[in-house]
């Protein structure tokens, strides 16, 4: 097939694509889209990048959720989810090639998993904190320690998983550069965008 045929069927199923939200997306609110055209376009968008990213035959496939927000995520090790609204908001095919291989660098590098480890590890340091806090402010008769122990571990919690986080996203975006420069896409493997 030639490109110019490529691009001219790519932009057919886009064209499709954003008709069948902006109307659906009307009547529906937070469903996934079943629709045997769309699932197999982006099939076809999603295979070059699981190759490069060596994930092809671990099933992994793209749900479109219909819905205005603009965002696209994976919660487990198969499914990568992107909004309509997302779609709908992308200039050109590279921008959402480029969104589902920052999604699919997360699948790759096990981020799930890691941040559910993550989580266990600061839940149990928020509980070891509040336990210590409690034991001190007993100790020395002052509950307001015991307040501040609480407080103070669960905040850093928090910002421990938001750190984590931060660097998570950093990582994928770099992979996915990576993919992207190995589909042609990007022209240059530089880490200049950082």
């Known amino acids: ?13 886009i064209y499709v694509l954003f008709l069948y939200i902006t109307f659906i997306c009307k009547c529906y609110s937070d469903q996934i ?23 092809q035959g671990r ?8 819905s205005n927000t603009i965002n696209a995520y994976v ?19 590279e921008g959402l090639i480029g969104v589902i291989a920052h999604e699919i660098a997360h699948i790759k590098q096990s981020h799930i ?8 590890l600061e839940k149990k340091k928020a509980i070891f904190s ?5 034991a001190i402010g007993i100790s020395i008769n002052k509950p307001g320690v015991a307040t501040i122990g609480a407080l103070g571990g669960a905040e850093m919690a928090h910002l421990d998983i938001l750190r984590h986080s931060r660097h998570n996203e950093y990582a994928a975006d770099k992979l996915a550069l990576d ?9 240059k493997r530089d880490d200049k965008f950082f």
Do not use: A, H, R
């Not at 099933?59 to 219909?66: A, F, M, N, R």
């Open 59 to 66: 099933g992994i496939k793209v749900q479109i959720i219909l």
């Open 33 to 55: 889209l079943y629709d045997d055209e769309v699932i197999d376009f982006f099939d076809n968008l999603t295979t070059p990048i699981l190759k490069v990213s060596n994930l």
């Open 1 to 13: 097939m030639s490109i110019f045929l490529y691009k001219t069927k790519i932009k057919k199923y």
């Open 179 to 187: 993919y992207l420069f190995k589909l042609g896409i990007q022209k």
């Open 113 to 120: 998993l890691k941040f559910e480890e993550n989580i266990n």
């Open 130 to 134: 509040t336990i210590l806090g409690l």
């Open 75 to 93: 919660i487990d090790n198969k499914n990568v989810y992107v909004y309509s609204g997302l779609i709908s908001n992308i200039d050109n095919i």
